[in-house]
């Protein structure tokens, strides 16, 4: 970096050059081909100041800019009086970050021109810079960890789509009657999200919250979504007092109605909605959690269309722990693809202590009921769930055992084994049996406990002239099973099945010794 009497001239460079802009956004037409080259050497007057990554903070005085508390370009007139231009704005600091761009320049400047009071009505200057997702100047924040964080949040928001950054905001002194309340609404918004002192914060939000109640319609819905966000960050972030986060709780409780949550569905489900706004309304949405979730499994029950039905229990296991009592009660509904719904949001927030809720539902009249709880139960997994899947793989219900017994495999349960080698044991050549058995050694080998290895070598082994075909079937699952436990001891045995007269069983051995040889180099 220059020495302070170098960067003091570059800086004093730089402003000058926001001068030459201001004087060529004056003269010429909006879109003028000398307004772009303007804004691009207002930038060259910036980069070496920010090159290499560094940002450009300056406070700002009626006589005049300081940086590091040392005055700039105090000689200079023409600074003073944009100093004074700026302060008559309520601008008392300003940061450039490293990524300036020309047209983040021109835009500044376009609302640097605005009438002061027109700045104030519409929340001061860096209200207006976060709604045209401004992010390279700031303005009244001095701490670089803030303005990085308040950027990234912003960043989150979708922007607006009635907003021109290239344009005034109003044609007039007044604001337009039917948007006055909207109006009002931003301007507090943009209070609450420079506000450092928690009693006035909590004030300015019990103004706020009519004001989120009269804007919620699809007009108004970027603002209402920024408030939102703004109160759940709030509430949340650890650089924030308790009182303030008391304060934005409270607020939020206030605000989860059953009008806001339908608001927030249909925005949600809205046609065009981004990929990000709409990760932006899951964050609030999943946030306001145990306040709406009875209201959010009323629109899950009535949905139709699966790809809502799939955001809206996304939504609900996002909310996690503290809804599902709420999530229990609908366990008991007449309708079979509610029980499932919730059964199935059950398993994703993978909570042990449900197990008891869920294994009832293992007899429940409808199939795939008694499915979505054994997928729920692999997904929650531990020794009790595992006690369960095995009591149901010795069911008589065919279907349910057999899902049983592949969910004992994926879940790697090692508990497993002893009823699995119990299941290969019986005398049971009837295909459906072949069907279990195959399960049994499919799990066994996603299990790779070496204990099951001695059995899985008889059955390789074994041939037979009667149910031939049925035995091979077994022959080919086992030399599946220890390709994938992949110990050194059965390589003879697979080396020996590779010329099996069964092809497809020589063909399983030398894929088997493939992956003992891969696992074993």
Not at 263 to 269: G, K, T
Request: proline share 4%; charged share 25%.
């Amino acid at each position: 970096m220059q020495n302070t009497s170098e960067l003091h001239n570059l800086i004093a460079t730089a402003l000058i050059g926001v001068i030459k802009l201001i004087k060529a956004i004056r003269y010429y037409p909006p879109k003028h081909p000398a307004l772009q080259a303007a804004a691009a050497d207002s930038l060259r007057g910036f980069e070496p100041i920010l090159a290499g990554g560094n940002y450009l903070s300056l406070t700002v005085r009626k006589e005049g800019f300081l940086f590091d508390d040392c005055p700039v370009g105090k000689s200079s007139q023409v600074l003073v009086q944009l100093a004074n231009f700026c302060f008559a704005r309520r601008i008392q600091h300003l940061t450039f970050l490293s990524d300036l761009k020309s047209r983040d320049l021109h835009h500044f400047v376009h609302y640097l021109l605005l009438d002061p009071q027109m700045i104030q009505r519409q929340g001061g200057m860096q209200a207006i810079l976060e709604r045209a997702h401004l992010t390279t100047i700031w303005t009244n924040i001095r701490d670089l960890d803030e303005i990085l964080h308040r950027r990234e949040e912003i960043e989150e928001l979708p922007a607006d789509p009635d907003f021109d950054p290239a344009a005034v905001l109003f044609e007039g002194n007044e604001a337009v009657p039917g948007d006055a309340v909207s109006t009002d609404m931003a301007v507090l918004v943009a209070r609450l999200e420079q506000e450092r002192d928690d009693a006035r914060f909590h004030r300015y939000l019990q103004d706020l919250i009519p004001l989120i109640r009269l804007n919620l319609n699809d007009d108004h819905r970027i603002l209402v979504l920024r408030a939102l966000l703004l109160l759940c960050r709030c509430a949340t972030g650890k650089q924030y007092s308790p009182e303030r986060k008391q304060s934005a709780s409270q607020g939020l409780s206030q605000l989860a109605t059953d009008e806001m949550t339908r608001f927030l569905v249909a925005y949600l489900f809205a046609a065009g909605v981004d990929q990000k706004t709409r990760e932006t309304l899951t964050k609030i949405i999943a946030f306001l959690g145990s306040k709406i979730a009875r209201r959010l499994m009323g629109m899950l029950a009535d949905e139709r269309m699966s790809g809502r039905r799939k955001l809206l229990g996304e939504i609900l296991v996002r909310c996690g722990l503290p809804i599902m009592p709420i999530i229990c009660e609908y366990l008991d509904d007449e309708r079979w693809y509610v029980v499932r719904n919730s059964v199935a949001i059950l398993g994703d927030i993978r909570s042990q202590e449900v197990l008891p809720q869920l294994t009832p539902l293992l007899k429940h009249d409808e199939i795939r009921v008694r499915r979505e709880t054994i997928r729920a139960l692999t997904k929650i997994g531990g020794q009790s769930a595992t006690k369960i899947l095995l009591q149901v793989a010795m069911h008589d219900d065919h279907e349910m055992r057999r899902q049983a017994i592949l969910s004992l495999g994926a879940m790697r349960a090692s508990g497993a084994v002893p009823t699995l080698l119990t299941l290969l044991k019986k005398s049971d050549w009837t295909q459906r049996g072949i069907d279990v058995k195959k399960d049994a050694i499919r799990a066994l080998g996603e299990i790779r406990d070496p204990g099951s290895i001695p059995m899985l070598l008889r059955i390789i082994g074994r041939n037979r002239w009667l149910r031939r075909k049925l035995n091979n079937e077994l022959r080919v699952a086992a030399a599946a099973a220890l390709g994938d436990i992949s110990e050194e001891s059965t390589r003879k045995v697979l080396e020996k099945a590779t010329h099996d007269r069964a092809a497809e069983v020589a063909r399983a051995a030398t894929q088997a010794l493939k992956q003992l040889n891969k696992a074993n180099p």
